[in-house]
């Protein structure tokens, strides 16, 4: 145990702790940015400034690299020490559960119920518990979609001008660029593992709205038509041989970006924050690639909306200054600042009431954006599941796909999951 605490303990940042101003000082807000490197650093340190020339109080910003996150908050924790404010990833196995486990407080109690509307309400509701606690404000959202090589679907017979995503128009072209010698989809699968991204990460598709996405990963008996349906849909994609078969799975740098922005596979399962990696400083022309919506599994009114992963700032539960730190949250969401976001940063604004006045002058992947039903974000069926359940589907699929375990198997070992109350 006291091997631990040390442990935790040297975790935490040189800015952990802090003393309460002295007479006539601003108090300190310690702001942990954990995403140290990201394209957003500048937008946080222009926010930042922005609060530190207009409160009576002062924000200082800490950057932690993103894999130290957990360790980090943890340890922030245990010493009730270290942060004000939090940045943190949306969801039940993250935002939701460190709030219910006592590192956070709501922020229903400290942010006006006129900010939280404005914003994302598919984060807000991956981030709200049972009793109705909001444990996160959302600050931005990385939007997933399709994109495709046009010159490789040309080559390969298909007409990109009536390219839909229907699962039909889809397979067809797999197979097409298959038959020419070309990987159809970027997703190395050279063991069989599953991701989520091609199965989990659809399963919004069979819904109507997040509630019932959200109500159905707490409640239902996963042996059943949707979820079976989804992983059909996906170990078809793997038994004919569309996945990359050349690299490993989890091989993200070396192949599954790579693959595509090299111009060697026709499609890609995107997040938004590859953009710059994939596109900007790839190999392959803006001017060939092609936006779609996710591949049509299903015809929930969900499948028409651009999935997400949503992002929160959170507030710490020992913090002196509740109030001032829900005053520093509001300016990262407000009008003007998340417009900066949108328009300078090219990142997808939580606010979802911010205007933009030329579309065009917006990078092609956010055009995409605005021009779905007005950039409306669904949340990813991984925001609401909790760890186990994440990891149990990961296990278990894999022995599915290779027939080593029944459907029915799956869903029972899913189905039992441990998850949050």
């Not at 993250?94 to 006006?112: A, K």
């Not at 298959?178 to 091609?198: D, T």
């Not at 917006?362 to 039903?373: A, E, I, K, S, T």
């Amino acid at each position: 145990m006291v091997i631990v605490t040390v442990l935790l303990m040297s975790a935490l940042p040189v800015h952990a702790g802090k003393k309460g101003p002295a007479p006539g000082e601003k108090p300190t807000i310690i702001f942990w940015q954990n995403e140290a490197g990201s394209g957003l650093a500048g937008w946080y340190e222009a926010v930042v400034a922005d609060i530190n020339a207009n409160e009576d109080f002062v924000v200082e910003m800490v950057e932690n690299p993103i894999e130290d996150m957990i360790d980090l908050i943890t340890a922030a924790g245990v010493f009730r020490s270290g942060f004000d404010i939090s940045w943190d990833l949306s969801g039940r196995s993250s935002t939701m559960m460190r709030g219910i486990g006592g590192i956070y407080q709501p922020v229903n109690d400290l942010v006006p119920a006129e900010v939280l509307k404005r914003l994302n309400q598919g984060t807000i509701v991956a981030n709200t518990d049972k009793d109705g606690n909001i444990w996160g404000v959302p600050v931005f959202n990385d939007i997933n979609y399709l994109i495709y090589n046009k010159e490789i679907l040309t080559k390969a017979g298909v007409d990109v001008s009536k390219f839909t995503n229907s699962w039909e128009d889809f397979i067809a072209a797999c197979e097409k660029v298959k038959k020419i010698g070309v990987v159809p989809i970027s997703f190395a699968n050279k063991e069989g593992i599953i991701h989520e991204f091609w199965g989990l990460d659809m399963m919004h598709m069979y819904f109507d709205n997040e509630k019932d996405l959200k109500d159905y990963f707490e409640t239902a008996n996963f042996n059943e038509p949707k979820m079976k349906d989804a992983m059909e849909k996906y170990k078809y994609l793997y038994d004919q041989g569309y996945l990359d078969p050349a690299g490993e799975t989890l091989d993200y740098a070396s192949n599954y970006l790579s693959k595509f922005s090299s111009g060697k596979a026709a499609f890609i399962w995107f997040i938004n924050s590859m953009y710059v990696s994939a596109i900007k400083e790839g190999q392959v022309s803006e001017d060939n690639i092609g936006y779609a919506l996710h591949v049509a599994y299903s015809d929930g009114k969900l499948s028409k909306k651009i999935a997400g992963l949503g992002y929160c700032l959170t507030v710490s539960n020992w913090t002196e200054y509740p109030e001032e730190s829900a005053r520093a949250i509001e300016y990262f969401v407000s009008d003007k600042w998340q417009t900066i976001m949108l328009s300078d940063y090219g990142v997808v604004p939580a606010n979802m009431i911010v205007k933009v006045k030329d579309v065009k002058s917006l990078p092609p992947n956010m055009q995409f954006y605005y021009d779905q039903h007005k950039g409306e974000v669904t949340i990813c069926p991984c925001e609401v599941l909790v760890g186990l359940q994440y990891d149990e589907f990961i296990r278990s699929a894999t022995p599915y796909f290779h027939e080593d375990i029944t459907y029915e198997e799956f869903a029972r070992r899913l189905t039992e999951a441990t998850t949050v109350d």
